[in-house]
Nanobody, 124 residues
Framework: QVQLVESGGGLVQAGDSLRLSCAASGRTFSMYTMGWFRQAPGKGREFVAGITGISASTNYADSVKGRFTISRDNAKNTLSLQMNSLKREDTAVYLC?????????????????WGQGTQVTVSS
């Protein structure tokens, strides 16, 4: 079982940067594909980025490609999301999730474990 705790959210202005972190418990962190999702008020949970366990292959939603970077440190059981050039439409609760998968699913159903989320608010 994996427990996930996000941190690093906050209130920033458009164009600013923010770095989110996700601390994972358990000794099998490297075996899981990890993902970041986000959920804005009144909207569904949206895939943002994902990274595989060992090879650290990555995939991004088109809306964040070129602005966000996902990374992981398997030795420290941590997942990160570097967010640059933030836009108002990036405002959402950001959640990290773990999937028992070799690929990088973008469907939330395929993720087994979730954190509680951290709020990111981007003002203009």
């Amino acid at each position: 079982q994996v427990q996930l705790v996000e941190s690093g959210g906050g209130l920033v202005q458009a164009g600013d940067s923010l770095r989110l972190s996700c601390a994972a418990s358990g000794r099998t962190f490297s075996m899981y594909t990890m993902g970041w999702f986000r959920q804005a008020p009144g909207k569904g949970r949206e895939f943002v980025a994902g990274i595989t366990g060992i090879s650290a292959s990555t995939n991004y939603a088109d809306s964040v490609k070129g602005r966000f970077t996902i990374s992981r440190d398997n030795a420290k059981n941590t997942l990160s999301l570097q967010m640059n050039s933030l836009k108002r439409e990036d405002t959402a609760v950001y959640l990290c999730a773990a999937a028992d998968s070799r690929g990088i699913p973008s469907n939330r159903i395929q993720y087994n474990y979730w954190g509680q989320g951290t709020q990111v608010t981007v003002s203009s």
